[in-house]
DNA sequence: AATGAATGAGCTTTCATTCAT
DNA sequence: TATGAATGAAAGCTCATTCAT
């Protein structure tokens, strides 16, 4: 049960920060719609920040997960990176408000400062990093900067996504999102073609 | 005067803003570090928003006013746009400020719905698109969603800014910014090759 | 086990005020430190400001038995109050942390309405008036407005009190405190020598 | 017209104060009852202890004025210290909601650590020490601890005036504290008689 | 045009108390 | 009896905005 409301504040804070931006959120506003009192949210965070916070651990362990999957994983370096596009836009397709939030509110200024966000914005490119850099080992792409085509990618990830947030056409959003790891995947394994 | 102040308090808001975001700066702090009065921001701006709205509505005509320029320029598309986002890149070096404002407070929830913020942020892509598809008539690169890769690549642009300005030793930061251009230039031309 | 309970209850209390203050401890944190639960608590006390008035009982009856058993004896009111200070710098000095409610809280409004504190407040100067009261009319001492003079004499004892507790030295504090009694009676005795 | 206005907020304050405890009052109703929004309180005030802070601030240096006033003077110590007396007992007469307070909210916690409250506590009583000593020196009092019969006299002193305070006939209570400082002089200087 | 004291709506947060288990 | 999660009234405080000077 505990597990449960802690759970629920945060499905509900999502759709609550998406809808309004993180600074237009009250805490009351979450209660009403989570159907619980402000006391209780208090309760399971410390403040209106902590959830946020949460919000993006959870994210964050996630991404985190798959790459301790992808551990030992013998395939070429351009399919995992395909993997890991492909589950990470799914996860936007699944939770578009958490998609919102991720890029609207991660210039956040004291989220900028916690471990598991800069974790995330620094942890995610430095692993596409060595993956590019296995890809440069293996000749399948030329020698670069890898951490600056790692930004780059992770970059261009966003701008895709913000893109696709953009189209009020669902559908036309989702065909976006959907085809996005392969077209992105192509163009820069083509563009670090040796 | 009259215009002096009002820039006076637009450059002290930039600082102001980049420093500590935009919903933690506060209207006496700005004018307390413009050496002006409260009430004196108020004779030059409607509200606390309107201030930030000037400062994307500057940046924003800076660009226009360069892609006017570029108007019945016959160079190459690729020339074009190595030559734009040198500018973009310069402006970001020199005004580091001003960059931090327009990648944190552009999801701004009030900001999204303003016309020319609209304009900057889809703007901006929307004419590298426009350059995008000249260059697919052209036959220079392979035919492509050009919205989805110009997002791409204004994102790949505000990561590799994110990725220089994470570097302690400036040097590095600056080379970082002073290859990127061409860089991204031959990585997107080479990953669009027909 | 269930005096005990309350007992358990009431010592941590009186732990929790005297280090925050009353109105700065929680009952969260007394139960914490008693380890029962917040509920217990309420099993055994109406409310909060039962819990101190509950405190200031405890105190307020063992002085009154004290003076039960003063009750009847013939020597000299001189005498008698010697006693009574022992017994009370006695107890300070057994128990600090009482000490410091009695006097912190003392004037906690809603304590001073209720009966047993207002007979605390009250009933201890009223019994010195009494034995001044005595003392007069036996011609130990001159004729004074002895409820006065009681409420000057337990507001001295509540000055050295706090004279001590000052003292970081604890050799310099006990013995400030076990030759009080003394000094004070003198101090008074003398001053009201007929 | 500024300081005016913080003083209305201490007049108010002092009022409010009284009546209902520091704790029992709320910013808001202090605001009503000076007329003013509760913003104002904040433009003068730090926070809600920063007026208790206050208050405390004007009385302390009413004190230290006059001992100030006092240097110099030539006339025997028990002069000096029945005009201290009179002195403070008349500022409890004109103001016995001060009075209230200085005996109620003395024990804050907040309170005790602030220097000038330090000052109050401890400087007064180490005044009246001094001026014991002079007057030991002189052979008007026989030795003793000074530190302890000075913090006597201090801790008499505010027991009088509670005493004072529990009188509901106004009268009665005026008539106490007007003859509290030639009683309480005469009280501990033939108490101290050599 | 410039000032800055005054405003008060509105926010976050606390914590004594309750009550279903 | 004991528990402790849930409650929500109530408080302190902030800060964008106004307007008399």
């Known amino acids: 049960m505990q597990a449960n409301k802690k759970e629920q504040i945060r499905e509900t804070a999502i759709r609550v920060f998406a809808a309004r931006g993180f600074h237009y959120s009250t805490t009351d506003r979450i209660?009403?719609?989570?159907?619980?009192?402000?006391?209780?949210?208090?309760?399971?965070?410390?403040?209106?920040?902590?959830?946020?916070e949460y919000i993006f651990q959870v994210e964050l362990e996630k991404?985190?997960?798959?790459?301790?999957?992808?551990?030992?994983?013998q395939r070429p370096v351009r399919q995992?990176?395909?993997d890991f596009l492909r589950m990470h836009f799914?996860?936007?397709?699944?939770?578009?408000?958490?998609?919102?939030?991720?890029?609207?509110?991660?210039?956040?200024?004291?989220?900028?400062?916690?471990?598991?966000?800069?974790?995330?914005?620094?942890?995610?490119?430095?692993t596409i990093a060595a993956l590019l850099e296995k890809a440069v080992a293996g000749k399948q792409i030329r020698p670069c900067q890898t951490a600056v085509v790692a930004a780059a990618l992770f970059g261009?990830?966003?701008?895709?996504?913000?893109?696709?947030?953009?189209?009020?056409?669902?559908?036309?959003?989702?065909?976006?999102?959907?085809?996005?790891?392969?077209?992105?995947?192509?163009?820069?394994?083509?563009?670090?073609?040796?």
Chains 1, 2, 3, 4 share one sequence.
Request: net charge negative; hydrophobic share 45%; aromatic share 8%.
């Open 156 to 194: 261009a990830v966003e701008g895709v996504v913000r893109e696709a947030m953009l189209r009020s056409d669902h559908a036309e959003r989702d065909a976006i999102l959907r085809r996005a790891p392969e077209e992105l995947v192509t163009l820069f394994f083509q563009g670090l073609e040796p």
């Open 63 to 73: 991404r985190q997960q798959f790459f301790a999957s992808l551990e030992g994983d």
């Open 90 to 126: 799914q996860a936007i397709l699944d939770h578009p408000d958490v998609g919102q939030i991720l890029i609207r509110e991660r210039h956040f200024p004291q989220l900028e400062t916690l471990d598991f966000v800069v974790q995330f914005i620094q942890g995610v490119p430095q």
């Open 80 to 82: 995992l990176l395909t």
């Open 31 to 52: 209660a009403e719609e989570a159907g619980v009192s402000v006391g209780t949210i208090y309760n399971y965070f410390r403040n209106k920040e902590a959830i946020l």
